[in-house]
């Protein structure tokens, strides 16, 4: 596949291990990953290159993902880049949070697997989703 032509999806996650874990079965379905420790890392990241959808975690070193948000939001290059939400908070204030803030889906980590998550970023990316 043309390298140019892979999705690139960024994600920002300070759990080494979901983190490794996101990378392998995202690259293994044919994206690009790109990671992204803090919030501060995550906004690093978007100047090198625009991602076609960020997996976002809440609670971050150095810069949380509300403020990450609200900054790809308020940025006319970024703010219609899909963003997912993936957290451990499952509060109902922060998931209106941060879908006012223009998050499109908000996933708490419990509730969903890794085969989950990929299904929800293909969605997200308008491509089909295998039901099997």
Same mark, same amino acid.
């Given at each position: 596949? #043309?390298?140019?032509?892979?999705?690139?999806?960024?994600?920002?996650?300070?759990?080494?291990? /979901?983190?490794?874990?996101?990378?392998?079965?995202?690259?293994?379905?044919? &994206?690009?990953?790109?990671?992204? &420790?803090?919030?501060?890392?995550?906004?690093?990241?978007?100047?090198?290159?625009?991602?076609?959808?960020?997996?976002?975690?809440?609670?971050?070193?150095?810069? #949380?993902?509300?403020?990450?948000?609200?900054?790809?939001?308020?940025?006319?290059?970024?703010?219609?880049?899909?963003?997912?939400?993936?957290?451990? /908070?499952?509060?109902?204030?922060?998931?209106?949070?941060?879908?006012?803030?223009?998050?499109?889906? &908000?996933?708490?980590?419990?509730? &969903?697997?890794?085969?989950?998550?990929?299904?929800?970023?293909?969605?997200?990316?308008?491509? #089909?989703?295998?039901?099997?």
């Amino acid at each position: 596949m #043309d390298k140019s032509l892979k999705k690139k999806i960024l994600i920002v996650e300070d759990d080494r291990s /979901l983190q490794n874990a996101l990378v392998e079965i995202i690259s293994r379905e044919g &994206f690009e990953a790109v990671s992204a &420790f803090d919030g501060e890392e995550a906004m690093e990241k978007l100047k090198e290159g625009k991602p076609d959808l960020i997996l976002l975690d809440i609670i971050l070193p150095k810069k #949380d993902g509300y403020e990450v948000l609200e900054e790809i939001k308020k940025d006319e290059k970024t703010k219609n880049i899909p963003v997912l939400i993936l957290t451990n /908070l499952e509060e109902i204030d922060n998931v209106q949070k941060a879908l006012d803030l223009g998050a499109t889906t &908000f996933m708490v980590k419990s509730d &969903f697997s890794l085969k989950d998550i990929l299904e929800k970023i293909k969605v997200a990316l308008g491509q #089909d989703v295998d039901k099997s």
